[in-house]
Structure formats: structure tokens, C-alpha cells
């Protein structure tokens, strides 16, 4: 009689041993065309992935490029307005106007030009209309000669 | 062949990290580290080279899809495979029910002819013994006994602990050795 411990030993073993056996007989490892299928997965996956980063880093660059133009585009008026604004005349340097009563024989030889602010009441007096309401007063540049009379006159604005 | 063998001692998160980079080489020395592993289990969890062989092919696609789902922190390279492996077995299970047709083993040559057609005839009971285990049991006896994997190791790749990898691959091996007396009686 084999006591049932031992018997259940050798059960076990015998098991263990036929384990060992099948996994010893069994296939090991997958056919070599899994291998070719995932490689070319991995090719055509990562192909895809650069086709990808390329892409997008053409469309990036071309956003740089658009950006940059625009940007220029912008830049560019103000630039030629900096440069063009000292041609244009102040409004200021107006020219002066002869005063028709202030005609001399003496010629004139030295003049100095003297700001003065003119109530629009004496401007419309010396021929030059303008509207009462807009100003309290006018400034105006006269030239005085060297006889000390005034000569001509030009209005600051 | 000078950077296969360079590859072949490089870690595997260091192949994954070439991989993940584009390197084919280092994509290959991963696959054939690992497929081994991932596909004899696979047969012996579902009794069938072809599902082996697409489940090993789905694993390593999962990787090359999504190989950031595999944290180093969280476990070993190949517990991570294993598990892929166990979801796509189980998937297999589910959408077919036919998984009980012992594997075609490869006998000695050698061996005498009436010792081969015995010897066939063992494994045959035997794989379709394993196949009618539950998977949690079947999953134990596939890495333990069949990988010859440790206790802690096969509780690693399966997540669970190591007690219950003894518990049930104890209970897995009393329910095989039942099965097996059984049909041997049958046979008798």
C-alpha cells in the first residue's frame, strides 16, 4: 500500500514531467512572416510619421515667411511717412502777404518779424476773412522794416 | 550585423526609446527578444498557432501604436507584453469558442514510432486539459509550469500577488492531474 502523500508526490511529479515535455515539444516562437509583416508596419508607420513632421514644418516655415511679409508690409508706410513728413511744408509757413497800404518807396533793407495776436475783427480789417467764432484771437507775424513800418503779414495757425 | 550585436546588449528601454525614434534596428532586437515569450504563451492559452501567431503580430503592433503606454515604473517591459498578450487572448476567447484544439508538437525523431504516436497522445490529453482550465489557472500553469517563470515573477506579469499565484496554480495542478487520471482510465 503507498501512502497517499506519497502517491500524490508522484502524481505531481509525473505532471511536472510531462509539462516540461510538452513545452520542450511545442512551437517556440512565431514564423519569420510575422517579422516581415510588423517590419513593414514599423516602415510604413514611421514613413507616415516623417511625411508628417515635414509637413508641418513646411507649414510652419510658410506661416514664418506669410508673417514676416505681413509684418514688412506694415513696417514699410510708416517707415517712407517718417521720411516723406519733413518735405511737407508746416502749416505754419505760410507766406507772407504784402500789406497793400504799407507800400514804401524806401526799400527795404532790414526787417525783423515781430508775433503778435490779432483780434479777428482787425484781421477781416486787412482783407483776410475769418470766422469770428473760431478764435478769440489770431497770432500773426509781421514784418516790420527797418523804417518801422509793418510790411507783411502772415498768419500762424 | 556589427549593430545587431550592439543591439542585442543594449536595455529594453533602450531599444523601445530607438524605436520609438524610428530605428528599425532597434524595433527588431525587441521583437525578437520578446516574441518567444509572447507567442508560446499565447499558444497555450489558446491551443492554436494561428491565434499565437496573431495574437504575438497584435501585441507588437499595440507597441508600435502606442508605446507610451508602456511605464517603465509600473513593471517589467516583457510583464507589460505579457499583459497585452493576456487582453488579446481573452478578446480571442470571447469572440470564438473554439479553442480546444490541442497544438501539433513537434516529437523526437529519434524516438521509436509506438513511443512518438504515445508520447502525442499524452501531450494531446494533456494540452486539452490545460485548455478546459479556467484562465486565471490556465495563465499560472502556462508561465510557471510551462515558461518555467518564478513564483514572483509570474505574479508580476499577471498583477497579482504571489500567494494567489501559488493558491492557483496549486489548485490548477490538483484539477490537471485529475483530468489526466481520468482520460488515462478512459483510455485503459
Known amino acids: 500500500m503507498i501512502p497517499p502523500n506519497k502517491l500524490r508526490d508522484e502524481l505531481q511529479a509525473e505532471l511536472r514531467d510531462r509539462l516540461r515535455r510538452l513545452a520542450a515539444t511545442s512551437p517556440q516562437s512565431a514564423g519569420p512572416e510575422i517579422e516581415d509583416r510588423l517590419l513593414e508596419m514599423f516602415r510604413t508607420r514611421h514613413a507616415r510619421k516623417q511625411r508628417l513632421v515635414r509637413g508641418l514644418a513646411a507649414l510652419a516655415a510658410c506661416l514664418v515667411l506669410a508673417l514676416g511679409v505681413y509684418w514688412f508690409s506694415l513696417q514699410a508706410p510708416r517707415q517712407s511717412a517718417r521720411r516723406v513728413a519733413p518735405e511737407i511744408p508746416p502749416s505754419g509757413a505760410a507766406e507772407f502777404i504784402a500789406l497793400p497800404y504799407a507800400q514804401s518807396e524806401v526799400p527795404l533793407e532790414h526787417a525783423v518779424v515781430v508775433r503778435v495776436n490779432i483780434p479777428p475783427a482787425q484781421a477781416r480789417a486787412l482783407g483776410v476773412p475769418f470766422d469770428p467764432g473760431a478764435r478769440s484771437r489770431i497770432s500773426a507775424d509781421l514784418l516790420i522794416g527797418q523804417d518801422g513800418m509793418a510790411r507783411a503779414v502772415r498768419f500762424v495757425p | ?188
Open chain 2, 1 to 188: 550585423m556589427k549593430k545587431r550585436a550592439a543591439t542585442e546588449e543594449l536595455t529594453d528601454d533602450e531599444l523601445l526609446r530607438m524605436s520609438k525614434g524610428g530605428d528599425e534596428e532597434g524595433f527588431l532586437a525587441l521583437y525578437r527578444r520578446h516574441q518567444g515569450a509572447i507567442f508560446r504563451f499565447a499558444l497555450h492559452m489558446s491551443g492554436q498557432r494561428e491565434i499565437a501567431e496573431e495574437v504575438t503580430q497584435e501585441v507588437f503592433m499595440t507597441l508600435l501604436a502606442e508605446p507610451r503606454k508602456y511605464i517603465a515604473e509600473r513593471g517589467g517591459f516583457e510583464a507589460y507584453l505579457i499583459g497585452v498578450a493576456r487582453n488579446k487572448v481573452r478578446r480571442q476567447f470571447r469572440q470564438s469558442r473554439e479553442m480546444a484544439t490541442p497544438i501539433r508538437t513537434h516529437p523526437e525523431v529519434h524516438a521509436g514510432l509506438l513511443e512518438t504516436l504515445a508520447r502525442e497522445q499524452e501531450n494531446k490529453a494533456l494540452q486539452a486539459a490545460i485548455l478546459s482550465l479556467p484562465p486565471n489557472y490556465r495563465e499560472v500553469v502556462v508561465l510557471c509550469d510551462l515558461e518555467n517563470m518564478e513564483y514572483a515573477e509570474a505574479a508580476q506579469k499577471l498583477g497579482c500577488a504571489l500567494g494567489t499565484v501559488r493558491s492557483r496554480l496549486h489548485r490548477a495542478r490538483a484539477i490537471l492531474g485529475a483530468k489526466l487520471r481520468k482520460s488515462e482510465r478512459c483510455t485503459a
